[in-house]
């Protein structure tokens, strides 16, 4: 067997990621051959990932991208300690991820996990090989999309939540203001007719109880509740919130004062 060359063991580093001794071990057992020395990492990485399952990833980075105009999509890429979270190998995993997934146009992280990565590796591969790496559970824990005629996007708080605002017309500094507010204020639906008759049951139930406890009569329960849902509703949906940069005017009227008949159509948020 020839022996093995540092620049060997660099280039599989490169490749894969893989620490130099990590390299060197498997091209060592691959007996110099390279795509051999691959497979002994990723098999590596299998192995890892099968003793980390049941591992709880509550740490990762969540990257926000649009292509521009009319499509944005969030990734959000999970790993169990904030020392990987932060360390930029890691982040421009995540950025590399989330340009992939708006280039094929996935909508989910299954469907995400099968498409191709580079090589002969597909995405869920490639998170395969790096939890060998890593040493730490890594998965794609979230996808989310949005179609619009203009879409913006938002990443706060280092890359721990991203947001996309679908918008009816292309207005760059309006879509990103909504998109900070998203991410700020974390409403729970875009409008009123938005939220779920769970939440409306939930919100009338608390408010009935909490009147009760105020002591007022049975008679005004009802009303006084209905009253306390369209302070949460003017609260908790995106269009009816009070605007951050401006608190006297909601979401919906600050759009409208930017451009006649701008409104947001959609919206996701991803947090960790």
């Known amino acids: 067997m020839s022996k093995i060359t540092a620049a060997e063991v660099n280039k599989l580093r490169k490749q894969t990621g893989a620490g130099m001794m990590d390299c060197k071990k498997a091209l060592v057992e691959a007996e110099g051959d390279f795509e051999a020395a691959v497979d002994i990492l990723r098999k590596k990485g299998q192995k890892v990932a099968a003793k980390r399952a049941d591992r709880d990833a509550t740490e990762g980075a969540v990257i926000a991208k649009t292509n521009g105009t009319d499509k944005g999509v969030i990734v959000k890429l999970s790993c169990e300690t904030d020392f990987v979270a932060k360390n930029e190998d890691f982040v421009s995993l995540a950025h590399k991820l989330a340009d992939l997934a708006l280039s094929y146009g996935v909508s989910t992280a299954e469907e995400f996990g099968e498409t191709p990565f580079e090589g002969n590796l597909t995405v869920a591969d490639k998170l395969q090989e790096q939890t060998g790496v890593i040493g730490e559970k890594i998965e794609v824990a979230e996808l989310a999309t949005i179609h619009a005629a203009y879409v913006a996007s938002y990443i706060h708080m280092g890359n721990k939540i991203g947001t996309l605002v679908?918008?009816?017309?292309?207005?760059?500094?309006?879509?990103?203001?909504?998109?900070?507010?998203?991410?700020?204020?974390?409403?729970?639906?875009?409008?009123?007719?938005?939220?779920?008759?769970?939440?409306?049951?939930?919100?009338?139930?608390?408010?009935?109880?909490?009147?009760?406890?105020?002591?007022?009569?049975?008679?005004?329960?009802?009303?006084?509740?209905?009253?306390?849902?369209?302070?949460?509703?003017?609260?908790?949906?995106?269009?009816?919130?009070?605007?951050?940069?401006?608190?006297?005017?909601?979401?919906?009227?600050?759009?409208?004062?930017?451009?006649?008949?701008?409104?947001?159509?959609?919206?996701?948020?991803?947090?960790l």
């Open 166 to 271: 679908g918008l009816t017309a292309e207005a760059a500094e309006a879509g990103r203001d909504i998109a900070m507010q998203a991410a700020a204020m974390n409403p729970v639906a875009l409008n009123r007719e938005a939220v779920t008759q769970d939440i409306i049951d939930r919100e009338l139930e608390v408010g009935k109880e909490l009147a009760r406890q105020e002591g007022k009569p049975e008679v005004m329960l009802d009303k006084i509740a209905a009253g306390r849902l369209n302070k949460f509703f003017k609260e908790n949906t995106l269009v009816d919130q009070a605007f951050i940069k401006d608190a006297k005017v909601s979401v919906a009227k600050y759009l409208t004062s930017v451009q006649s008949g701008l409104e947001v159509v959609d919206f996701k948020r991803v947090s």
